[in-house]
């Protein structure tokens, strides 16, 4: 069946470094969705990507979306330690609404 | 605005118990999800609800997993009988269109079951 996988897994980065995850579908994908879950907490919204090639930025992170619209990537340049927590990707199974999320990445930033 | 209500927060029963959990979703909104979320993993869908209607509870293990969705506005899912394996965090969420628009998630039930 159609998957979503991320990677890395885990992710430990100074301070200031830039961090990236990568998001991979077993199909092509009409839209990707990203959101961000702060340990504890639940799944928040980030942002979606509709368009082949679309890049979009919130402040520090830039958000990319592949040509053949089947991987995408969350980069983050020079993390806080707000930045913790896990980054998943989602994109909808076949042209339905179902999310399938990834397993996501998750953040560790010290201090 | 107030986001998607969750309760309980917490719950930890004996296996073989029954539990059940609530959600009220976003004012206005129609769609509403369940989803299971295993540690170290990503949200499941287990139903969604257009309204009253369950649209899709394919992944909802009937033999113990039931949820309804009276009057299209709160949800309940409940276990009967709970198994070790369900042990994890229950989340719901609700959306505002049929597509894939933005889904705003709840704070989730833990569960465990012991």
């Known amino acids: 069946g159609q998957q979503v996988m991320q990677i890395p897994q885990y992710q430990h980065v100074q301070e200031g470094e830039d961090f990236t995850t990568y998001c991979n579908s077993s199909t092509t994908l009409s839209n990707i969705q990203w959101y961000k879950q702060r340990p504890g907490g639940h799944p928040v919204f980030l942002i979606q990507l509709v368009k082949s090639g679309e890049v979009k930025k919130q402040k520090r992170l830039t958000f990319q979306f592949g040509e053949a619209k089947k991987n995408s990537s969350l980069h983050i340049t020079a993390t806080q330690t707000t930045d913790v927590g896990t980054y998943f990707c989602a994109g909808p199974m076949d042209s339905s609404y179902k999310l399938i999320f990834g397993s996501g990445t998750r953040l560790l930033v010290r201090p | 605005e107030a986001g998607v209500v969750q309760s309980p927060r917490y719950k930890i029963i004996e296996k073989k118990q029954p539990v059940a959990f609530w959600c009220n979703p976003i004012?206005?909104?129609?769609?509403l999800y369940w989803y299971r979320q295993n540690l170290g993993q990503g949200p499941e869908l287990l139903i969604r609800y257009e309204n009253e209607e369950a649209v899709d509870d394919s992944q909802l293990p009937k033999d113990r997993f039931s949820a309804e969705r009276l009057k299209g506005v709160d949800s309940t899912l409940k276990i009967q009988p709970a198994e070790l394996g369900d042990s994890a965090v229950y989340l719901c969420?609700?959306?505002?269109?049929?597509?894939?628009?933005?889904?705003?998630f709840g704070p989730g039930t833990r569960l465990l079951v012991l």
């Open positions: 004012s206005g909104h129609n769609t």
């Open positions: 969420a609700s959306s505002s269109h049929k597509t894939q628009e933005t889904q705003y």
